[in-house]
């Protein structure tokens, strides 16, 4: 059944619109002096001022490969990451290390370790795959870059945003 | 001798028509998003140059790069005119108003007709027929609804805003705006008459008219320039945008820039008229009379006394834009014939009988 709203009944001065404009007006410069003067914060105004320090623990930003603190890479080109990253963004070509190197009990490391950060889409299972802690999510977010090719991150550019990181490693630590 | 006059009004038409109203249109632009965004919160253009000054600049060389996209199903010969005959009547009627005092003893006014306000309605009229080619040499739907609201519209208001002016031309008896700004000047603005002859009875007795006149001639000069309480000729949620819809490029930026010469425009009218065009209040820098010699100095700061009251109008024009929703159309033709047309004629006939009885 229809409901009939019944209309208000205006005053005459209701119907001069004045009052009303007078109101309305009250409102946007309100808003106008409040915003001049400075005391609404309302927008950050973005390539000056950043939320970084607000970002919480459990951020996704871009993946990248850790060393411990003996400086050895950590990771050992299992190829586990590759497997699981549902864009395959990952590419890496594994290496055996030579038995002269100091860290030669270890089989194998990554020659080549590339993401594509084109394809990435920043779902961390990586990180969760990765049975030697080698391979982290950190926050950075702004990934620029004037090609593709400038787009895919190599070993280098991937260490150096993932840097030293101390804790624990199952089974390639010296002391075990 | 002739050639000196022509050299003189050229030299006028290029600094008030070119370097002062065209930059004020593309700043009115930057003011209008900037007051917006302060009114909602938010920054608005503030990259391009200083505080985004520069704004209207980058707009403008898009709108110069972008493609003039001209559709098969116009009719291109008035489809191509109509754009220019928004722009361009809303520049002519610059001509009459008086952005000044006197500047090196020649008068501030491109042409100092004895027809001001009657030479403003004329030239302002042809706007409409910009609007309605545009909405129907596009034809399309939604440009041409938004042809038919323009007409109705624009010569349903023509009417209050022409009557409302014939209270402040019985009051002066004048139809030259350079006089009528000068016995303001002297006498009390028609709004303010707190100095010279205006501090009277009969003086505060026709502020009431005056008032009445100036609330009519203001909002229906909202109505003329479309604006936003009535800005149902593009009214961007019925009409995508109305009359301009088909228009691309630089053909959309004459519509976009006509609008904000109207208001300018419009407000030097409405500033002349009843606030005492380029005079300071109180008399303050009054010359004696229209002839006598003024010093360079003063002279400029009636011209910077003009344009700030301009801006002063433009700010009003902007707020009121972002404060009140858009007029239903029925509202719109009642407010125009059945409200505003009786009060104007009414005012005509109280001011005639305040003159006649005080």
């Known amino acids: 059944m229809a409901k009939v709203v019944e209309r208000p009944k205006l005053k005459w001065w209701e119907q001069l619109y004045l009052p009303a404009i007078a109101a309305g007006m009250r409102v946007t410069l309100g808003h106008l002096i409040k915003n001049i003067s400075g005391k609404t914060k309302v927008t950050m105004q973005y390539p000056e001022e950043k939320w970084d320090e607000h970002l919480p623990e459990y951020y996704r930003g871009a993946p990248a490969l850790v060393t411990d603190e003996q400086d050895r890479e950590r990771c050992v080109a299992c190829q586990l990451c590759e497997f699981i990253c549902p864009p395959r963004a990952i590419t890496i070509k594994p290496e055996e290390i030579p038995s002269d190197d100091k860290w030669a009990k270890v089989e194998k490391r990554p020659k080549v370790f590339e993401i594509d950060m084109i394809r990435c889409i920043y779902c961390g299972l990586c990180e969760e795959v990765c049975p030697e802690q080698a391979i982290y999510l950190r926050k950075d977010y702004a990934i620029v870059g004037t090609s593709r090719a400038e787009m895919v991150h190599d070993q280098d550019r991937l260490y150096e945003i993932g840097g030293k990181r101390v804790g624990l490693v199952n089974k390639w630590n010296e002391l075990k | ?358």
């Open chain 2, 1 to 358: 001798m002739d050639w000196q006059i022509i050299i003189a009004a050229a030299i006028k038409v290029v600094v008030f028509v070119f370097l002062i109203t065209l930059p004020l249109v593309a700043m009115s632009v930057w003011a209008e998003r900037r007051v917006s965004a302060a009114i909602q919160d938010r920054v608005g253009p503030n990259r391009v140059g200083p505080f985004g000054l520069l704004q209207a600049v980058a707009d403008g060389l898009k709108f110069l790069l972008k493609e003039d996209f001209t559709p098969d199903h116009v009719r291109k010969g008035y489809f191509w005119l109509a754009p220019a005959l928004t722009m361009v009547p809303a520049l002519l009627t610059c001509a009459v108003l008086p952005f000044g005092s006197k500047l090196f003893g020649e008068k501030m006014v491109i042409a100092d007709l004895d027809v001001g306000p009657l030479f403003v309605f004329a030239i302002a009229s042809l706007t409409v027929y910009g609007i309605v080619l545009a909405g129907w040499a596009s034809n399309s739907k939604y440009p041409f609804l938004g042809g038919v609201r323009a007409t109705s519209q624009m010569i349903s208001y023509e009417i209050s805003l022409g009557l409302s002016v014939v209270p402040l031309v019985m009051i002066y008896g004048e139809l030259n705006l350079g006089n009528i700004v000068m016995e303001q000047a002297k006498n009390g603005w028609a709004l303010l008459p707190l100095w010279g002859e205006g501090l009277s009875v009969k003086g505060f007795l026709l502020t009431i008219p005056l008032f009445v006149s100036f609330i009519i001639f203001t909002v229906s000069m909202f109505a003329e320039t479309n604006r936003l309480p009535f800005d149902l000729p593009e009214c961007e949620t019925e009409l995508v945008a109305g009359y301009h819809t088909e228009y691309s490029s630089m053909k959309f930026a004459l519509f976009f820039l006509g609008e904000y010469a109207a208001m300018i425009i419009g407000s030097g009218l409405a500033v002349t008229l009843f606030l005492g065009g380029w005079s300071l209040p109180f008399g303050w820098l009054t010359p004696e009379s229209a002839d006598s010699v003024i010093p360079w100095w003063v002279g400029l700061i009636h011209i910077a006394t003009f344009f700030a009251k301009v801006i002063g109008f433009i700010l009003f024009f902007i707020v009121i834009r972002w404060t009140l929703p858009r007029f239903r159309y029925d509202q719109l033709m009642r407010l125009g014939w059945v409200f505003f047309f009786e009060i104007a004629l009414f005012n005509v006939v109280l001011t005639a009988l305040l003159l006649w009885l005080v």
